[in-house]
């Protein structure tokens, strides 16, 4: 097996595959005005409440570099509020506004419509999801 031929790589159909499911999210998540990275970021909110900026560039694997022009944005649409701790300014923390949390119900399809569009089973989604934490 030669190492260097492209078809037997593992890292060329992961990005691949990624690529192409958030392409598969983007009609589904433009009504919302979300891009796929805001709607993730979204899904942490959603589930946490509020979170600091450095606690949410751990949960996504993203830089402060990525997130700050990111939650910018959300805030400018009303998904988000930031604040900065009052003992260290150094803290941003984000906190979803009532349009952000109101948002969570219009997103509820959205997991449901991405499901329908992925041809796999639903054995074969948990299996692939075990795969890529592993590799995460």
């Given at each position: 097996?030669?190492?260097l031929?492209?078809?037997?790589?593992?890292?060329?159909?992961?990005?691949?595959?990624a690529?192409?499911?958030?392409r598969?999210?983007?009609?589904?998540?433009?009504?919302?005005?979300?891009?796929?990275t805001q709607?993730?970021a979204m899904?942490?909110?959603?589930?946490?409440g509020?979170?600091?900026?450095?606690?949410?560039?751990?949960?996504?694997?993203?830089?402060s570099?990525t997130l700050?022009?990111m939650?910018?944005?959300m805030?400018?649409?009303?998904?988000v509020?930031?604040?900065?701790?009052?003992?260290d300014?150094r803290?941003?923390?984000?906190?979803?506004?009532?349009?952000g949390?109101?948002?969570k119900?219009?997103?509820?399809?959205?997991?449901?419509?991405?499901?329908?569009?992925?041809?796999?089973?639903?054995?074969?989604?948990?299996?692939?999801l075990?795969?890529l934490?592993?590799?995460?």
């Amino acid at each position: 097996m030669d190492p260097l031929k492209l078809e037997n790589q593992l890292c060329f159909p992961l990005y691949v595959a990624a690529k192409e499911v958030v392409r598969k999210y983007r009609p589904f998540l433009e009504p919302l005005g979300l891009t796929y990275t805001q709607y993730i970021a979204m899904m942490v909110l959603w589930e946490h409440g509020k979170v600091t900026v450095g606690r949410l560039g751990e949960l996504l694997h993203l830089d402060s570099g990525t997130l700050t022009p990111m939650l910018k944005k959300m805030e400018t649409a009303g998904f988000v509020k930031r604040s900065r701790a009052a003992d260290d300014e150094r803290v941003v923390t984000v906190t979803l506004t009532e349009r952000g949390e109101a948002l969570k119900a219009q997103a509820a399809e959205v997991p449901s419509k991405m499901a329908s569009c992925v041809c796999i089973s639903p054995e074969e989604a948990r299996q692939l999801l075990d795969i890529l934490k592993k590799i995460i």
